[in-house]
């Protein structure tokens, strides 16, 4: 498990408002992109979402400075907190110029483990804890 994911992002037409710059609802977009292959680094291919899984319980974005349509965005990814049932993801949205990045965006997920069929919390599974938790040793957190 890395403990932080790296994901590109391609800043489409439509993200962008009247100001020209990209839309403040679209960095959740970005974030769920990024928090998918994150996810992507631990859970099996073939889990079925259906029965158990994840439910957003909050989601925090704060602004640094606007994003445009040409930017090169990478949305940095890492977990920072668990709990029983439920962990915390922390985002960080860089615009690339050449080998420099730019902060333009933070943001924090937290994520509910939950049983779809019962409609309630469950405690994380021993497979996801033991990779989040080896993720938070390697990022000193």
């Not at 391609?10 to 679209?26: G, T, Y």
């Not at 949305?75 to 993801?89: I, N, Q």
């Not at 420099?100 to 965006?105: E, F, G, I, Q």
């Amino acid at each position: 498990m890395p403990s932080r994911t790296r994901t590109r992002i391609q800043v489409r037409f439509p993200d962008i408002d009247m100001a020209h710059h990209v839309h403040n609802a679209v960095y959740l977009t970005y974030f769920e992109t990024a928090r998918t292959e994150f996810l992507d680094g631990f859970i099996p291919t073939d889990h079925d979402w259906s029965r158990k899984g994840l439910v957003l319980g909050r989601n925090e974005v704060d602004y640094r400075r606007p994003v445009c349509l040409r930017d090169a965005v990478e949305v940095e990814t890492w977990c920072d907190r668990l709990g029983d049932r439920s962990f915390d993801l922390r985002y960080a949205l860089f615009v690339k110029n050449g080998r420099a990045r730019t902060l333009h965006a933070e943001g924090r997920s937290v994520l509910v483990c939950f049983d779809l069929e019962a409609g309630r919390t469950i405690p994380m599974p021993g497979k996801w804890r033991a990779a989040l938790k080896e993720g938070m040793e390697k990022e000193g957190t």
